[in-house]
Structures are given as C-alpha cells and as structure tokens.
C-alpha cells in the first residue's frame, strides 16, 4: 500500500506541474487563433479563466506538500480540470472550439490517478458538460460565442453522440492500459525487491567469508574490498578503492600470466607495521563480457610466521641446551683440574713478572670459562617452577630498589609509569625476579650507566604487559630476531647466555617477550603474560597455585 501511495503523490506532483505548462501553451495557441481566424472568442473572458485555472494550480501544488489523502486530491483536481475545461470550451466558442481534446486529457489522468470506475465517471461527466455547453448555446440559455451558423438539431445530437462514445471509448483503453500499467509497476517493485535482496546477499557473502577480498578492475585500480580485508589491512574501504592495489603492498604481487598465481607478500598498515600475506590472484569472468577485472584473495600470516619463528628458535635453544649438557661436565673436570694445577705451581715456584702475568690471564680466563660452563648448566638443567597468583608490580620494584642501591650513580635515572595499581599473575616470583633484574642490568649496561630507564606497566585485553625500556644506541635490526639466542651478547664480558635463560623463563610461564629498537633511540623490552583473572577463565577457575618441571 506504501508504493501504491507513492505512485499517486509522484503522479499528482507529476500533474501539477504538467498542467501549468500545459495552460501555459493553451493560452498561446488561443491568442494565435484569435489572431490569425475570424471568431467570436472574448479575450477577456478567455484571460480571465486561464488566470483563475492557474491560480487554482498553484493552490493545487501548495495543497499536495501538505495534504496526504492523495486520492481526494486527485478527486478534486481531476474535477476542477473538468470544471476550467468546460469553461475554456465554451468561451472559445463551443461547438467551433479547439479544445476539445482536453477531455479525453482529464479522462486518461482519472485513469492514471484513479480507480478504473473513476475513468467511466469522468466519461460521463465530461458528455454531460460539453452536452449542456452546446444544448444551451444551441437554444440560447447561455450566450454563444460560436462563430458558425447553427446547425439543426439532430446534427447537434450526432456531434454530442460521438462524443460521448469518443470518451467512453477513451475511458475503456486508457483504464485498461492504466491496470496494465499498475500490475507492471507491482511486478517490477517485486523484481526490484528480488534484485535488491539478491544484491544484499551477494554483499554480506563478500563481507562475511573470513578470508581477505579485494577486486580490482583491468588497470589494478580497487573497485571493492570486503570487510575482513579491510581489518587485516587496518584501512577503511574510502581509502582503498580507486588505489592502485600495489600501493597497498610491499612485495610484488602474483599475476595470472606468471607460472604461479600465488605468493607471499609483504605489506605496510597505515601505522608502519609490517605484515605477510598469503596472496591468490583469479580472473574475474563475466560470461558475456569476458575478462572485467582481478579477484585478490589473501590471508594475514603474520602470526603464523612469528610463531614459526619462536618454534625455530626454541629448537635452536633445545639444541644448544643439549649441547650443553653434554659438554658441560666434559668441560669442567679438566678445567679444574688446569685452574688448580696453575695454583699449586704458582705457590711452589718463583715466577718473574712476565710469567707471573700469565698465570693470571690462566686463571682469570679459566674462571670466566667456568662462569660460561655454570650458565650452561643453569640453562640446560631441567627448572622446577612454583606458580602462585603474584602482584607483579612488588616484584618489579624489589628488582629496581635493588638496582638503584647497585648504581649508586646519579647520572642514572628511573622512571616508574604503571597505568595500573597492581598487575596479578600466576608466575614462579623467584623467576620472574630473575628475568627482570637481568632484563635491567642488560638495560643499564646497553647505556654505559647513564640514561633513563622507564618501566611500565599496561592491561592489554587478557594481558599485561610489562616494559622496560632504555636510552643506549639500540639493537642492529639483523641482532633483533636473534637476540634471545645463546653467544649473542653485544657486552664485553658477557656469556651470552642471560637472555637465553631470560626467554626459557618466559616460555615455561606461557607468556611472550620481544624487543622493539630503533638504532639511536634505545630498546625497549616487553613482557607478555596473561591476567591472573584469564588464566583462572582458562582454567575453568582452577587455584592458581602448582610446580611444574621444565626443561
């Protein structure tokens, strides 16, 4: 019923307008017939119902803004249009005017506008009033303004007749056509119900699949990218389409004329992050005009490399952890056994300076080396771990009273940035105390014992995270993937070994570590551990309190 009504205010609106020109048009073609034919039409008159017509037509068009019984409308408007067409007729002459056409005008808009029946009632009021406009005229109850003699009466009955079944005739096709017309429009908004439907389904599919979709035309320019490609590549759809799709790429992208339509490739995030993509490239096909454009689809593996990554690194680490274990105590026997026989000698025998001097490089050397070998065994040994539900932020400054008493430089600075008052996890306190005191003490020495070292304390979703960050040179991008690595120590004196035993720690809490660092700007070091209250939610609300062994 709601498009029903639409149709009728667009057509009213329609008719509004249409006949203010069309009066318009009237009054030229009567002035040019006064002009040019000899006539009894008064001007005046004639002026008179042509300005009256137009200022009803101007109410009409106020009165169809505010009024919304549109079918009363057309009622009274069909009705008044048959009112100033009787009128214009018999001012112009009656039987001798032009304008008789105007009827069957004013039947075929009942017809639009109205009912069917309501053509049928206009007919018959049109006969009625043309009827009596030339029966007065004709016995001279009204003045005539017809130019021609009069004819007889009959003749006057048969011009009456084909008329009235000129109009029925018109009331009959034009009603007819007019139901065709309607039963078309209902078809056509169910075809464009059924389009529009089809279109939203077509459209939340795109948006739903959980893999990335771009398209593209011929030229690579993106005409559509749905709603998981829009999140993996952290854009919003305005800002994408119309781009060039390698301007969203770092890589080259796969094309169909290559051996392979699938790559992997890089990709920058408006914030500079960098992510990998597994990336499928298919032709799209329209089956009558062939080739249109490019379909991309992609996958954000970003994580999935990272965490290929930790696996390759832990391998490496359970490697080298073997290692130690086997060679460890190979090592250390005979190391001992150098370190005392060195002692005993020198206590029985005199050296002078120079051989004095290398006994000590012998006995500092052999000390470090055992220093080394103890770092293997820490690192290889099978740890026992005893998790409690811990405030992490005492912990954290137990570690930095402890390296503030340490320093005892003022050059030194500490600052404190918790966003939180207190930070629970289930961790072993004696390890996590463990990790961050050689996480400062890397921190202090990155920076010779002079800077700022900042510590923070966030909430990231189920995480903490727990930073530490200093103000030395940084790390070297190709050290930073292998920094938790055994032998990478960047400090002179160092075993190498502190952040390897740093990363075991954090694996066996289940937690994550990384490292951010721009050369001249220092490094910031990141602990990830889940919330105390998560892990309890993994744990179906077990106690947070167990030892376990790893190795």
């Given at each position: 019923?709601?498009?029903?009504?639409?149709?009728?205010?667009?057509?009213?609106?329609?008719?509004?307008?249409?006949?203010?020109?069309?009066?318009?048009?009237?009054?030229?073609?009567?002035?040019?017939?006064?002009?040019?034919?000899?006539?009894?039409?008064?001007?005046?008159?004639?002026?008179?119902?042509?300005?009256?017509?137009?200022?009803?037509?101007?109410?009409?068009?106020?009165?169809?803004?505010?009024?919304?019984?549109?079918?009363?409308?057309?009622?009274?408007?069909?009705?008044?249009?048959?009112?100033?067409?009787?009128?214009?007729?018999?001012?112009?002459?009656?039987?001798?005017?032009?304008?008789?056409?105007?009827?069957?005008?004013?039947?075929?808009?009942?017809?639009?506008?109205?009912?069917?029946?309501?053509?049928?009632?206009?007919?018959?009021?049109?006969?009625?009033?043309?009827?009596?406009?030339?029966?007065?005229?004709?016995?001279?109850?009204?003045?005539?303004?017809?130019?021609?003699?009069?004819?007889?009466?009959?003749?006057?009955?048969?011009?009456?007749?084909?008329?009235?079944?000129?109009?029925?005739?018109?009331?009959?096709?034009?009603?007819?056509?007019?139901?065709?017309?309607?039963?078309?429009?209902?078809?056509?908004?169910?075809?464009?119900?059924?389009?529009?439907?089809?279109?939203?389904?077509?459209?939340?599919?795109?948006?739903?699949?959980?893999?990335?979709?771009?398209?593209?035309?011929?030229?690579?320019?993106?005409?559509?990218?749905?709603?998981?490609?829009?999140?993996?590549?952290?854009?919003?759809?305005?800002?994408?389409?119309?781009?060039?799709?390698?301007?969203?790429?770092?890589?080259?992208?796969?094309?169909?004329?290559?051996?392979?339509?699938?790559?992997?490739?890089?990709?920058?995030?408006?914030?500079?992050?960098?992510?990998?993509?597994?990336?499928?490239?298919?032709?799209?096909?329209?089956?009558?005009?062939?080739?249109?454009?490019?379909?991309?689809?992609?996958?954000?593996?970003?994580?999935?490399?990272?965490?290929?990554?930790?696996?390759?690194?832990?391998?490496?680490?359970?490697?080298?952890?073997?290692?130690?274990?086997?060679?460890?105590?190979?090592?250390?026997?005979?190391?001992?056994?150098?370190?005392?026989?060195?002692?005993?000698?020198?206590?029985v025998t005199p050296f002078n300076d120079e051989q004095k001097t290398l006994v000590n490089i012998i006995t500092r050397e052999s000390t470090r080396l055992n220093a080394i070998?103890?770092?293997?065994?820490?690192?290889?040994?099978?740890?026992?771990?005893?998790?409690?539900?811990?405030?992490l932020i005492p912990l954290l400054e137990d570690a930095l009273v402890l390296l503030a008493n340490r320093s005892q430089t003022k050059e030194l600075h500490i600052v404190r940035?918790?966003?939180?008052?207190?930070?629970?996890?289930?961790?072993?306190?004696?390890?996590?105390?463990?990790?961050?005191?050689?996480?400062?003490?890397?921190?202090?020495?990155?920076?010779?014992?002079?800077?700022?070292?900042?510590v923070s304390v966030r909430a990231v979703g189920d995480f903490l995270q727990l930073g530490i960050r200093d103000t030395g040179p940084g790390i070297p991008p190709n050290l930073?993937?292998?920094?938790?690595?055994?032998?990478?120590?960047?400090?002179?004196?160092?075993?190498?070994?502190?952040?390897?035993?740093?990363?075991?720690?954090?694996?066996?809490?289940?937690?994550?570590?990384?490292?951010?660092?721009?050369?001249?700007?220092?490094?910031?070091?990141?602990?990830?551990?889940?919330?105390?209250?998560?892990?309890?939610?993994?744990?179906?609300?077990?106690?947070?309190?167990?030892?376990?062994?790893?190795?």
């Open positions: 019923m709601g498009d029903i009504r639409f149709n009728e205010r667009a057509w009213l609106s329609w008719l509004v307008k249409v006949r203010v020109i069309a009066i318009a048009c009237l009054l030229a073609v009567e002035l040019l017939i006064v002009t040019l034919t000899p006539n009894n039409v008064q001007v005046r008159l004639f002026e008179t119902v042509i300005i009256a017509w137009f200022t009803v037509s101007f109410l009409f068009m106020f009165l169809a803004s505010i009024w919304q019984e549109h079918q009363r409308q057309a009622i009274i408007q069909i009705f008044t249009d048959l009112a100033f067409t009787t009128a214009l007729v018999y001012v112009t002459g009656g039987i001798d005017t032009f304008f008789n056409f105007l009827y069957p005008l004013v039947i075929i808009m009942a017809s639009i506008l109205l009912p069917r029946y309501w053509a049928y009632v206009t007919a018959a009021v049109s006969f009625i009033c043309f009827g009596a406009v030339l029966e007065l005229s004709y016995f001279e109850r009204i003045p005539s303004f017809q130019f021609s003699p009069h004819g007889d009466l009959k003749s006057l009955q048969v011009v009456i007749a084909v008329n009235f079944g000129a109009y029925m005739a018109v009331a009959h096709l034009s009603s007819a056509l007019s139901a065709k017309l309607r039963q078309a429009g209902v078809e056509l908004r169910d075809k464009s119900g059924e389009l529009l439907s089809l279109q939203a389904l077509h459209e939340n599919v795109i948006h739903s699949i959980r893999s990335a979709l771009i398209t593209t035309d011929l030229e690579g320019r993106v005409t559509l990218v749905n709603t998981p490609g829009q999140k993996v590549l952290e854009r919003t759809a305005s800002s994408i389409y119309g781009r060039h799709i390698s301007d969203l790429f770092v890589d080259r992208l796969p094309h169909l004329e290559s051996l392979s339509a699938q790559s992997e490739v890089r990709g920058l995030t408006p914030s500079g992050k960098e992510k990998t993509f597994d990336v499928n490239v298919t032709a799209l096909i329209i089956p009558e005009q062939g080739t249109i454009g490019y379909v991309y689809t992609f996958e954000d593996r970003t994580e999935l490399r990272r965490l290929e990554g930790e696996v390759r690194m832990r391998d490496r680490l359970a490697a080298v952890g073997r290692l130690a274990a086997g060679i460890a105590h190979e090592i250390r026997n005979p190391l001992a056994s150098i370190a005392g026989s060195i002692n005993v000698l020198s206590e070998i103890s770092d293997f065994l820490v690192y290889s040994r099978e740890k026992s771990f005893k998790f409690s539900r811990m405030n940035d918790y966003a939180l008052p207190d930070a629970f996890a289930a961790v072993d306190g004696d390890r996590i105390k463990q990790v961050l005191w050689n996480l400062l003490e890397n921190a202090v020495r990155a920076m010779d014992g002079k800077g700022t070292i900042t930073t993937e292998k920094i938790f690595e055994p032998f990478q120590s960047q400090f002179e004196g160092g075993t190498g070994l502190g952040l390897a035993i740093v990363y075991q720690i954090v694996q066996a809490h289940g937690a994550k570590i990384f490292v951010r660092s721009t050369l001249g700007s220092g490094a910031e070091f990141i602990l990830e551990i889940l919330h105390a209250k998560a892990a309890e939610a993994e744990s179906d609300m077990a106690p947070m309190s167990a030892e376990v062994s790893h190795g």
